[in-house]
């Protein structure tokens, strides 16, 4: 039983991710969280290249975030945990693996823009881990600025219940603080963005916080039952009461609580601080960790620093001073020295340090406990996504998510003596980012970089080119294409045998082959064998041979994917069937009925906001269209226009510097994956 000292340690901690699209204002927020915490003297600003957490070169040349980066700092006697993660699309496994170890999160919305489509894709990725949020309205005193449109946008495509808590004190450049509708007082900073202390609500804004704190009380009231009680039997909700149904709302996922501020100007940082105490959940709030057993079974474990040690390795950098492998400790307790068992790896490591982290900078720890976001020195060969338990009570967690390569670069070294050194830049990038791939093309011999974007692999050549000072010529990119069967076969019978002299093999199996849902929909294999005529263990060594002709299809060589096989008839023949022969049968049957159906080409597309002129809207559609663009929508926004449309990836290659072209620098677009979609007829099947 835990005691009462340790659960008020776990009760005092919040593992908290800042989530948005690109230039919402997550580096500056986390900044201003650094300064308001005590944890840094002076603001860092993006653009002057002084923050904490975007501490790599690139990330300040660029001035966006690039690397997820730990921080950890202390609010009215809690610790912080925090992750500032990245905006741009191209880094979403970043934000993933993030999301994976993380108990709870702030979305920050630029207060002008609203939802972006960035905001939404991870919005979607924190549901999918269940991540209770708290929503962060930034940017309140630019032009246009306007907190009920962003609720609003939040309401209609993000969460049917975002719940205002505050209410802007002036608009624009005279924003200068909040109406905290929870404790109906005024929140007001300076020029210098120093905080006053909490003052009565101003005689101007007293009705219309009346009138917001009532709207409160009853959204409120409509989604809890004890707020409901309360509501009915006395008109009203008390502050306490109103303060514990909006916690209990957040950390079920039921509302999402809203506030809003300026971070560059400093303003609204403190209440923010206090949200994420008051609502978020902590170590001890959420869930035991599920794991798989050596022996097959699951088992739970609690945050409990006194039951055996189980963390998951979420993120690994290579740094001067060693190798970085950051872990989120979800069970026990680890100390210096101390040996634990890496169950995805299946081999033992040795702790040889352990750091509290602050990005870039780093403080030396005797001992970690559960509920703790630490970084470990020591670790040989734990990758990402790796499992670190105690030897004696070994369980497998499961990992995140790796998102799937799209887009190909061929890569080689400038100086033929340096073939070397880049094949162990490449590896050492791969293991520090699992989204990357590596391989060599069978048919050209070259080395093929593949990542989530060109942004991406721009990042990761121009690392080798700086950390190394290697020469690296680079290809053209090239997408990562698809085939699916657009028209499938019935009965298709094949046999293998062979018989070179001793033991032969004998399988004979008959598919049905048809396609499965949309596009890019992944690979269904059923059995429809009547009177065991496939004994069962051959009938799954078929699935696996199936599955291993997928990697290659007919038209290019590319995965295939969208359909179904159904295993219908077959033989065997008593001494000479086997595992393998049937495994092999399936392999080489399904490839060769692939040849017999009708196979498409799929190319990747992708959903592209552009942000341009008024004057330039025309130029803008026309350019999509000779890309092979849809257009979905159009709406006007602040003297121009937002036009949303979806193109084939292949088709982006140097779009930024077209529309800049067109737009006198001043058009900017956002692009997300949204699936394959079958190439044009015309096409060729691109060699992969």
Same mark, same amino acid.
């Given at each position: 039983?835990?005691?009462?000292?340790?659960?008020?340690?776990?009760?005092?901690?919040?593992?908290?991710?800042?989530?948005?699209?690109?230039?919402?204002?997550?580096?500056?927020?986390?900044?201003?969280?650094?300064?308001?915490?005590?944890?840094?003297?002076?603001?860092?600003?993006?653009?002057?290249?002084?923050?904490? #957490?975007?501490?790599?070169? %690139?990330?300040?040349?660029?001035?966006?975030?690039?690397?997820? +980066?730990?921080?950890?700092?202390?609010?009215?006697?809690?610790?912080?945990?925090?992750?500032?993660?990245?905006?741009?699309?191209?880094?979403?496994?970043?934000?993933?693996?993030?999301?994976?170890?993380?108990?709870?999160?702030?979305?920050?919305?630029?207060?002008?823009?609203?939802?972006?489509? %960035?905001?939404?894709?991870?919005?979607?990725?924190?549901?999918?881990?269940?991540?209770?949020?708290?929503?962060?309205?930034?940017?309140?005193?630019?032009?246009?600025?306007?907190?009920? #449109?962003?609720?609003?946008?939040?309401?209609?495509?993000?969460?049917?219940?975002?719940? +205002?808590?505050?209410?802007?004190?002036?608009?624009?450049?005279?924003?200068?603080?909040?109406?905290?509708?929870?404790?109906?007082?005024?929140?007001?900073?300076?020029?210098?963005?120093?905080?006053?202390?909490? /003052?009565?609500?101003?005689?101007?804004?007293?009705?219309?916080?009346?009138?917001?704190?009532?709207?409160?009380?009853?959204?409120?009231?409509?989604?809890?039952?004890?707020?409901?009680?309360?509501?009915?039997? =006395?008109?009203?909700?008390?502050?306490?009461?109103?303060?514990?149904?909006?916690?209990?709302?957040?950390?079920?996922?039921? /509302?999402?609580?809203?506030?809003?501020?300026? /971070?560059?100007?400093?303003?609204?940082?403190?209440?923010?601080? !206090?949200?994420?105490?008051?609502? *978020?959940?902590?170590?001890?709030?959420?869930?035991?960790?599920?794991?798989?057993?050596?022996?097959?079974?699951? %088992?739970?474990?609690?945050?409990?620093? +006194?039951?055996?040690?189980?963390?998951?390795?979420?993120?690994?950098?290579?740094?001067?001073?060693?190798?970085?492998?950051?872990?989120?400790?979800?069970?026990?307790?680890?100390?210096?020295?101390?040996?634990?068992?890496?169950?995805?790896?299946?081999?033992?490591?040795?702790?040889?340090?352990?750091?509290?982290?602050?990005?870039?900078?780093?403080? &030396?720890?005797?001992?970690? $406990?559960?509920?703790?976001?630490?970084?470990?020195?020591?670790?040989?060969?734990?990758?990402?996504?790796?499992?670190?338990?105690?030897?004696?009570?070994?369980?497998?967690?499961?990992?995140?998510?790796?998102?799937?390569?799209?887009?190909?670069?061929? $890569?080689?070294? *400038?100086?033929?003596?340096?073939?070397?050194?880049?094949?162990?830049?490449?590896?050492?990038? @791969?293991?520090?980012?699992?989204?990357?791939?590596?391989? =060599?093309?069978?048919?050209?011999?070259?080395?093929?970089?593949?990542?989530?974007?060109?942004?991406?692999?721009?990042?990761?050549?121009?690392?080798?080119?700086?950390? *190394?000072?290697?020469?690296?010529?680079?290809?053209? &990119?090239?997408?990562?294409?698809?085939?699916?069967?657009?028209?499938?076969?019935?009965?298709?019978?094949?046999?293998?045998?062979?018989?070179?002299?001793?033991?032969?093999?004998?399988?004979?199996?008959?598919?049905?082959?048809?396609?499965?849902?949309?596009?890019?929909?992944?690979?269904?294999?059923?059995?429809?064998?009547?009177?065991?005529?496939?004994? %069962?263990?051959?009938?799954?060594?078929?699935? @696996?041979?199936?599955? !291993?002709?997928?990697?290659?299809?007919?038209?290019?060589?590319?995965?295939?994917?969208?359909?179904?096989?159904?295993?219908?008839?077959?033989?065997?023949?008593?001494?000479?069937?086997?595992? #393998?022969?049937?495994?092999?049968?399936?392999? *080489?049957?399904?490839?060769?009925?692939?040849?017999?159906?009708?196979?498409?080409?799929?190319?990747?597309?992708?959903?592209?906001?552009?942000?341009?002129?008024?004057?330039?809207?025309?130029?803008?559609?026309?350019?999509?269209?000779?890309?092979?663009?849809?257009? =979905?929508?159009?709406?006007?926004? /602040?003297?121009?226009?937002?036009?949303? +449309?979806?193109? &084939?990836?292949?088709?982006?290659?140097?779009? @930024?510097?077209?529309?800049?072209?067109?737009?006198?620098?001043?058009?900017?677009?956002?692009?997300?994956?949204?699936?394959?979609?079958?190439?044009?007829?015309?096409?060729? @099947?691109?060699?992969?």
């Amino acid at each position: 039983m835990r005691n009462p000292t340790t659960a008020n340690l776990l009760a005092a901690v919040r593992n908290l991710g800042i989530l948005a699209h690109v230039d919402a204002g997550k580096t500056t927020v986390t900044e201003r969280i650094l300064y308001a915490t005590g944890t840094t003297h002076k603001r860092g600003e993006v653009h002057d290249g002084t923050t904490v #957490t975007d501490h790599d070169p %690139q990330e300040r040349d660029r001035g966006i975030t690039i690397f997820a +980066a730990a921080v950890s700092c202390a609010w009215d006697g809690h610790r912080i945990n925090l992750i500032d993660t990245p905006g741009h699309v191209d880094f979403a496994d970043e934000v993933e693996r993030s999301l994976r170890v993380l108990d709870g999160a702030v979305a920050v919305f630029d207060a002008v823009a609203g939802v972006e489509p %960035q905001s939404e894709s991870v919005w979607r990725q924190a549901d999918r881990h269940g991540v209770p949020r708290i929503a962060f309205v930034n940017k309140m005193d630019r032009a246009g600025a306007d907190l009920d #449109t962003a609720v609003a946008s939040i309401r209609e495509r993000l969460h049917p219940a975002p719940l +205002a808590v505050q209410l802007p004190i002036g608009r624009e450049d005279t924003f200068t603080g909040v109406v905290d509708l929870v404790r109906m007082c005024a929140l007001t900073w300076d020029d210098e963005g120093e905080a006053g202390d909490p /003052a009565p609500v101003p005689d101007t804004l007293r009705e219309e916080a009346g009138g917001r704190r009532r709207l409160l009380e009853e959204a409120v009231a409509e989604l809890h039952p004890g707020a409901l009680e309360e509501f009915c039997d =006395t008109g009203a909700l008390t502050t306490g009461t109103l303060t514990d149904a909006l916690r209990d709302l957040t950390r079920g996922g039921d /509302a999402v609580v809203v506030l809003c501020g300026s /971070a560059y100007r400093n303003r609204g940082i403190e209440p923010l601080l !206090d949200a994420v105490l008051a609502y *978020l959940p902590s170590p001890l709030d959420v869930p035991p960790v599920r794991g798989t057993r050596e022996d097959g079974g699951g %088992q739970e474990r609690a945050a409990d620093p +006194a039951a055996p040690f189980a963390a998951l390795a979420f993120k690994v950098t290579a740094t001067s001073t060693g190798r970085l492998t950051y872990l989120r400790i979800y069970s026990g307790t680890i100390g210096k020295g101390d040996t634990v068992w890496d169950a995805t790896a299946r081999r033992t490591e040795r702790v040889g340090r352990i750091l509290r982290v602050r990005a870039d900078r780093h403080a &030396p720890l005797d001992r970690a $406990v559960a509920g703790d976001i630490v970084a470990v020195v020591g670790l040989k060969s734990a990758r990402a996504g790796a499992t670190l338990c105690a030897p004696d009570a070994p369980l497998l967690l499961e990992p995140p998510g790796v998102a799937e390569p799209v887009v190909s670069v061929a $890569v080689e070294a *400038l100086r033929g003596t340096d073939t070397g050194r880049l094949a162990s830049a490449l590896a050492r990038l @791969a293991e520090e980012d699992p989204s990357l791939g590596v391989r =060599t093309d069978a048919e050209t011999g070259q080395t093929v970089l593949s990542g989530m974007g060109e942004l991406h692999l721009e990042v990761a050549v121009e690392r080798i080119r700086r950390e *190394l000072g290697l020469g690296v010529d680079v290809g053209r &990119p090239r997408v990562g294409y698809r085939e699916t069967v657009g028209g499938g076969v019935t009965g298709f019978v094949f046999r293998h045998v062979k018989q070179d002299g001793g033991a032969g093999q004998f399988a004979h199996v008959v598919l049905d082959v048809e396609p499965l849902g949309s596009p890019g929909s992944g690979f269904e294999f059923r059995s429809a064998v009547v009177g065991g005529r496939v004994p %069962q263990e051959y009938v799954r060594a078929v699935e @696996a041979g199936c599955r !291993d002709a997928l990697a290659e299809g007919p038209l290019g060589g590319h995965p295939v994917t969208g359909l179904r096989v159904t295993l219908t008839d077959g033989s065997t023949h008593v001494k000479d069937s086997s595992d #393998t022969a049937f495994r092999t049968a399936g392999r *080489l049957g399904l490839r060769d009925a692939l040849r017999a159906c009708a196979v498409v080409l799929l190319e990747p597309v992708v959903e592209v906001t552009v942000t341009v002129p008024e004057d330039a809207v025309g130029g803008v559609l026309g350019d999509l269209a000779a890309r092979r663009g849809r257009v =979905t929508g159009s709406a006007a926004r /602040a003297g121009g226009a937002v036009v949303t +449309a979806t193109v &084939p990836l292949a088709e982006l290659f140097g779009y @930024a510097t077209r529309l800049r072209s067109r737009t006198q620098g001043r058009g900017t677009f956002t692009s997300r994956p949204t699936g394959y979609a079958p190439a044009p007829a015309p096409a060729e @099947a691109p060699a992969r």
